[in-house]
């Protein structure tokens, strides 16, 4: 069993609407992280998430992006209004200290 | 923002043989390094890493070395074997208020002919 699963694996939205990406980690991890990969490009870093609240953020996580931890257990990343450039892979990551581990992510396509 | 850099954006080997992945950092600051295997439809998976103290750390058929006067470091893969076929990424951290934050190079797709 993976110890990150992400959901859905592949996610078809139109443009403008509000899409929410869930990560579920198997053990208990303290650090969280979301990255994304553009078709082609390098694995950019999103947010970081420590102690429930955000520790670093990129600029590429403006105010269209949120995270949370509802539940204790999922971790979402929710995409407020999406545009066409947020097509991408989404990565979300536990980890201690530099060492991550990934899920397998959720592939956004924005039409 | 290219503070990790794989100028080789692909590689090709016989089985058997040697594989040498480059990474080139500009980013004083960066005090750990990782490589990252990738599968299609999949994530990283962590392979090795290396400490900015140390300039070699080994396991099993891989080895990476840093070079921080360069600012560089390799991932040596001996022997190459088909199953090794992947993208591997190169990855930095810096410590501090960046504390496990993660910067990734463009990657190197690895093919391993048998």
């Known amino acids: 069993e993976p110890e990150v699963t992400q959901t859905p694996s592949h996610q078809v939205t139109q443009m403008g609407q509000e899409v929410i990406l869930r990560c579920v980690p198997i053990?208990?991890?303290?650090?969280f992280y979301w990255y994304r990969q553009i078709l082609g490009q390098k694995v950019e870093f999103l947010v970081s998430f420590y102690n429930n609240e955000i520790s670093e953020k990129s600029e590429i996580f403006d105010d269209q992006f949120s995270v949370e931890r509802p539940d204790g257990s999922n971790f979402t990343l929710k995409i407020r209004s999406t545009k066409l450039e947020d097509s991408a892979m989404y990565f979300c990551?536990?980890?201690?200290?530099?060492?991550?581990?990934f899920g397998s992510g959720t592939r956004l396509t924005v039409v | 923002d290219q503070q990790v850099k794989q100028n080789s954006p692909s590689l090709s080997v016989q089985e058997g043989r040697i594989s040498i992945l480059n990474c080139d950092y500009t980013n004083s600051m960066f005090d750990y390094f990782l490589w990252y295997k990738k599968y299609p439809a999949e994530g990283p998976t962590f392979l090795i890493s290396i400490s900015s103290i140390k300039d070699k750390n080994e396991d099993g058929r891989f080895t990476v070395f840093l070079n921080k006067s360069a600012k560089h470091l390799s991932l040596h893969i001996v022997p190459s074997q088909p199953g090794d076929s992947a993208v591997y990424f190169c990855a930095a951290s810096a410590g501090g208020t960046s504390y496990g934050k993660l910067t990734f190079g463009q990657g190197t797709i690895l093919t391993v002919h048998p």
């Open positions: 990551a536990v980890g201690q200290g530099s060492f991550h581990t």
């Open positions: 053990s208990n991890h303290l650090y």
